[in-house]
């Protein structure tokens, strides 16, 4: 490492080389070692941790980088997150994971007009509907879904809550509510609303 003040006009000539090599050093490894009284705002890397630094007179300050040089701007990891633009579900493990301020929401699932949805609750899933603006949650445990158990296997299989005529086990329409497709009853009658369409062919239906 180098003594920045070296050399000077009055340096002895046996020295002044060494001195001048040591500088040269310093400025080829960006002061891997400690130098003596370097420059002001002399820049240095730091191998562990790999970081720049800049000498402000009295010691050397860690430069922080920000994102137009290639860094973060930031010089922490708790920081560096927001930084990126990321949210806690970036940094959680795989195996243990926590949703707050919102579900999970599967599109095949939710019903988008009234902002139904179903998610994990940890036990099992929730379904979650809303009624008169109030989000009524209720709730499935694990097990409760498995009547069948020893029947056949099932690609989709809907339950009705009860039998009763009230109660839906399946309600479609379009998006802005105005039309109604079809509805199963609780009591499994069916009903079609916009007419019954039944394929026979390529491009063809009937009725047309």
Same mark, same amino acid.
């Given at each position: ?13 046996? !020295? ?5 090599? !040591? ?5 080829? $490894? ?44 930031? $010089? ?18 795989? !195996?243990?994971?926590?949703?707050? /301020? ?22 099992? *899933? $929730? *379904? ?8 009524? $949650?209720?709730? /499935?445990? +694990? ?16 339950? +009705? ?6 109660? !839906? ?6 998006? +802005? ?13 069916? *009903?079609?609303?916009? /007419? ?7 491009? +063809?239906?009937?009725?047309?």
């Amino acid at each position: 490492m180098a003594n920045w003040n070296l050399p000077t006009l009055t340096s002895n000539y046996v !020295n002044f080389v060494d001195e001048v090599k !040591n500088r040269d050093v310093d400025s080829m $490894t960006l002061m891997a070692n400690m130098p003596s009284s370097p420059p002001y705002q002399g820049i240095r890397l730091l191998r562990s941790p790999a970081k720049f630094q800049e000498w402000n007179g009295g010691a050397f300050g860690d430069i922080v980088l920000s994102p137009a040089g290639g860094g973060t701007g930031v $010089t922490s990891i708790s920081a560096l997150i927001p930084q990126l633009g990321l949210g806690s579900m970036a940094y959680q493990n795989s !195996n243990n994971i926590s949703v707050t /301020g919102g579900i999970v929401q599967a599109n095949v699932i939710r019903n988008c007009s009234y902002d139904g949805s179903a998610y994990y609750a940890g036990s099992g *899933f $929730t *379904f979650q509907s809303v009624s008169s603006s109030i989000p009524v $949650t209720i709730n /499935g445990g +694990a097990g409760q879904w498995t009547t069948l158990i020893n029947g056949p296997n099932h690609g989709l299989m809907i339950s +009705a809550c009860s039998g009763l005529t009230s109660e !839906n086990a399946l309600y479609v329409r379009n998006a +802005a509510g105005s039309k109604l497709g079809l509805i199963v009853r609780g009591d499994m009658g069916v *009903f079609v609303y916009t /007419g019954l369409v039944i394929p026979v062919g390529a491009g +063809a239906f009937v009725p047309a």
